[in-house]
């Protein structure tokens, strides 16, 4: 039988069990009689030479992806259900937004409105010596934080967002062969190459160690991986600011590009942002990528209709399919916490003699599709659906590829009508824009040679108008302060 390269379920350990268990492999590894008689450069060294010699079989635990709402999280809550360690008394820790409990109540996440361990709430990692996060990046190229507890280190590896497709360049150039079997095969978290190889094609990697009672924080699409350098615990998550919005155009036109299962569908996230976050910093990133979504996908449609697709119609009711059940909180949370979170365990999965699709079709049991059968990219803005093959979707790009039925036969469905889309658009190109209508009413006011004669009521709405704009316009803020 063939050896099966990845990670698999292990042993069962409580926390002590487990430490007691790392420190002895470790000493016995290092042939010391200390963990202490261990240096952090000694364990770096020994860690590349292992994972560079193709005859050294080294094989370590991890306590990977722990659920918080199943084992509880190191960081305490007051009133949560999802935590078993949830305390009655509130604090200062219970309500800080430094507690991962509490992040994406502050960040766009907010508007995903079903908790998705790994992503919304936070995952708990126990590690050992040389137990390995392999070159990756984040789900929807999301920010990601990590905050280790205790223990010994985590020492990490990482490639700029801006660096992110050279990096994978040089990642297929390394291993041509593994990329043909398995295009995808950065996300499988299974892939490590050592920084120095990287350098010497020109990719700067940053390197960092992080100790207990720190924070490490990742960046839109940024590539890192790592190991531990022993024992430790560690709680991470995943994040999203408003400069975030085009890193996750780009994961869902990368993804379509793979055939790779999304976590939500992102130009429904943008919608729910159109909808519901009438802030002005959130509508100028989100207006050019909401209007290239829009006009991309409306174009296509037009060109399907002037093909011979048979009918178009708004679709009805309220968004319940596989991509868009995140964004409204449609299903159950014991079938949300048994599928949701970045990766299932191939084991695990063999074990309940599930399938992946199986699986998300166990979760999804009421849904409808929005996924492309071809890309599996999400059809919340448009789709086509066959009269025919029920439960077959197809994104605009691939309504002739998602089955075999004449155009004729299928009918092109829109999340709002025309009018509603260009409403919509308008209403956030609107907010857009109020700095820069903001500024021209300003300069005007200090321009102007009768300036002083202005009524103060008018001068000090203008001024109080600029605190709702984001504070990186400092051109903006500079003409406030003539203002006042």
Known sequence: ??????????????????????????????????????????????????????????????????????????????????????????????????????????????????????????????????????????????????????????????????????????????????????????????????????????????????????????????YHGGFNMGFNVAESCNFALEDWIPWGRKSDVQYRHLARAQVFSHPGFLISLAEDDGTVHTAMWLADDLERYINGEALASKALEACGISARRVMEGDAKGILSNALTGNFEEDIASFFFGKRVCSSRMKKMNLSMADMRRKRDEDAVADECTICRGSTYLFQVACKTCNKIVGCVDHAREMCACPLANKVLETRLSEAGFEALLADVRHRANLPGIW???????????????????ELHALVAEADAFPKTLKHVFARQRELR
């Open 1 to 222: 039988e063939a050896f099966e390269f990845g990670y698999h379920d292990g042993k069962r350990y409580t926390l002590k069990e487990f430490k007691v268990h790392a420190d002895e492999w470790k000493t016995e590894h290092f042939e010391k009689e200390s963990v202490k008689e261990i240096s952090e450069d000694e364990v770096e060294e020994k860690y590349w030479k292992t994972i560079t010699a193709p005859e050294t079989m080294v094989e370590v635990e991890y306590g990977s992806e722990l659920h918080t709402t199943t084992h509880g999280s190191g960081f305490p809550t007051c009133g949560n259900p999802l935590n078993p360690l949830d305390t009655s008394t509130p604090s200062t820790y219970t309500r800080s937004l430094w507690n991962l409990n509490n992040l994406n109540a502050c960040t766009l996440l907010r508007y995903v409105k079903e908790d998705i361990p790994g992503i919304i709430s936070p995952w708990v990692y126990v590690g050992m010596c040389f137990s390995t996060f392999c070159w990756h990046n984040e789900d929807h190229y999301l920010y990601s934080i990590n905050y280790l507890w205790e223990g010994e280190p985590k020492q990490w590896y990482g490639v700029s967002g801006d660096d992110a497709e050279r990096f994978e360049e040089a990642m297929r150039d390394y291993a041509p062969e593994l990329f043909e079997e398995q295009p995808d095969l950065l996300f499988q978290l299974v892939t490590m190459i050592a920084p120095e190889v990287l350098s010497s094609k020109g990719i700067p990697v940053c390197r960092m160690r992080q100790r207990a009672g720190e924070f490490m924080l990742t960046f839109p699409r940024a």
């Open 439 to 457: 500024l021209e009413r300003a300069s005007s006011i200090l321009l102007c040679a009768d300036a002083p004669t202005n009524p103060p009521k």
